[in-house]
C-alpha cells in the first residue's frame, strides 16, 4: 500500500534529517525535488511560465526552471516577493538563475504582465505555498489562482496544489486546479480526500531519496486485497466459511435485507441466516432461498449467534422504541464481531456508551451525517475534519470506523487510516452501504478480522461499482448490480 503522510509529519522528518546530515542538505533536498519537477514538466508543452513564492515551494520551482532552461527550454519566473524575502534556499537558487532567466516580480493585483505572460505560455507551473497553507490567502495569491485557473492552460502544481489543505483535503475560496500534482517524497494525506481530489489531477510521485517512513496512513491498492482475501481450498465445506447473521429489514425496507443478505451469501459466506419480520421474508425468498429464516426476537438471534462467525445489524430496521431496545440487548449480550450499519447506529443515538463498553468488536459504517447524529455534531464539522474525527471516534469508541463517501475511510481503535481510491457518483444510491454491510460481514465469517474486512469490502464495493458504472453509467447503477458484477471484481484479484 501507499503511504501518506500529513504535511507536520513530513516536516519533521525532513527537519530530522537535516539536523543529522552535513550543513546543505537541505539543498540537496531542493536541487533533488527541482529535478524531479522539472522532469515532469518537460513531458508537457514549452513555453512553461513558473510561479513561485517565497519559501522552499517557490525554491523548488527555481531549480525546476534551471534545469529546464539548461536543456534548452523556454522558461519564464514569476517571483511574488522581493529576492532578500526568500527562504535561504530558495535565495541561493534564485542567485543561480537570475541573470539567465527571465523573472517578472509581481505583488500587485491585475498586473497586466501576468497576463501577457499566461497568454504566451502553455504550461503554468504552480509553486506559491505547498504545504505552508495554514491561514487564508492573500489577496495577491487568491489573484493568480483565479487568473491561472481561468487560463485553460496545463497547470502543474509543486507538492501540492496552492490553497489545499495537505491534511485534510479541504479548499479555500481559491485553489489551484492542477493538471497533474508532482508531490515529493510521499503522497500527502489531503491529495487523496475530497473535496481535494478534485483539484490534483493526475499525482506523480517523486523520489527525493528519504529513507522509510512509517505512517499510519495508507491508500488501499490491488495488492493489499490479492495478499487479503479469504482463500477457498477445494477440501472445504460450508462450516469451513462460517455463519453471518443478519438483524436486517421491515416492512418498509424488505429490500435493505434483501441486498444485505445476498451480499453476504455472494462474497463467500458458508452460511447465511437473516432475522427479520414476516412480511420480509414473504417478499425476499423466492429472491433469495439460500437464506437461513430466524425468528424476529433478542433470544432466537442471540441462540443463532452462537453459531455464527459475525452479525449484521442495521440494513432498513427502522428507528422505534422496539428496535432500539433489540439494538441494545444485542450488542449487550453477543460475543461475535458486530457490524453495524443505518437504523442499527441510528437508534444508538444519545448511547453511544454502549459501543465503547461493548465486549466484541464493532465496525460502524456511517456516512456522514448518521456519524455527526451519532457524535451530536453538525455535518459540516464531520465533511471538514474527516481523518480528524474518524480517528477520535474509532479511539473513543474502541470500534473500527468506516466514514461511507467518495474515498471512504476505515479508522482503526490502533489510530491506523486507510482510505479508498475509489470515488463513484454511481454509489451514490439508496441501498449501496446495505451491500457494502452485507459484504463485511461476509468477509468476517470466511475468517478475516474485522480491521482486514473493513478494508477489503470497501475495496471490493468500491471496484464493483467502478465496473457497474464502466458498462451501465453513473445514472443506472442498481444497488443489486454491485452483487451481481462481484463475480467480475473476485476475479481479479484470486
Known sequence: MQELVTAEQIRKYEADLIEKNESGFSLILMEKAGLGLASIIKDFKEPYLIICGKGNNGGDGLVAARYLYDQGKKVFIILTTEEHLLSSDAKTNFNKIKDTIQCLKIQNINN?????????????????????????LPDLFNWIIKTVNNSKKDIVACDIPTGLDPDTGNVGLCTIKATTTVTFAYPKIGLMLYPGKKYVGKIEVVDIGLPHINSDYLLLDDDFICSNLPQRQNDSNKGTFGKTLLVCGSSKYPGAALLASKAASSIGSGLTALSSVKEVFEQITPAIPEVIHVDFSIEEIIQESI???????????????????????????????????????????????????????????????????????????????????????????????????????????????????????????????????????????????????????????????????GDKTAFSLLPQDLITYLPQVLKIYS
Request: with cysteine; glycine share 12%.
Open 112 to 136: 497586466e504582465e501576468l497576463y501577457n505572460l499566461i497568454n504566451n505560455s502553455n504550461t503554468i507551473v504552480d509553486c506559491l505555498l505547498g504545504t505552508g497553507v495554514n491561514k487564508p
Open 307 to 469: 453459531k455464527s462467525q459475525t452479525l449484521v445489524i442495521g440494513p432498513g430496521l427502522t428507528c422505534t422504541k422496539e428496535i432500539e431496545k433489540l439494538v441494545v440487548g444485542l450488542i449487550e449480550r453477543v460475543n461475535i464481531p458486530i457490524v453495524l450499519d443505518a437504523d442499527g447506529i441510528n437508534v444508538l443515538v444519545g448511547n453511544k456508551s454502549l459501543i465503547q463498553n461493548c465486549r466484541n468488536q464493532i465496525i460502524l459504517t456511517p456516512h456522514p451525517k448518521e456519524l455527526a447524529r451519532l457524535l451530536g455534531i453538525s455535518t459540516n464539522e464531520v465533511l471538514e475534519n474527516k481523518i480528524k474525527i474518524a480517528i477520535n471516534t474509532a479511539c473513543d469508541l474502541g470500534c473500527t470506523l468506516i466514514l461511507k463517501g467518495p474515498g471512504t475511510i476505515i479508522a482503526t481503535k490502533n489510530k491506523k487510516i486507510y482510505i479508498s481510491p475509489f470515488a463513484n457518483a454511481a454509489l451514490a444510491k439508496g441501498g449501496t452501504g446495505d451491500v457494502l454491510a452485507g459484504f463485511i460481514g461476509g468477509l468476517i465469517a470466511q475468517g478475516l478480522i474485522p480491521d482486514i474486512a473493513s478494508c477489503v469490502g470497501v475495496y471490493l464495493h468500491g471496484q464493483a461499482g467502478e465496473l457497474v458504472a
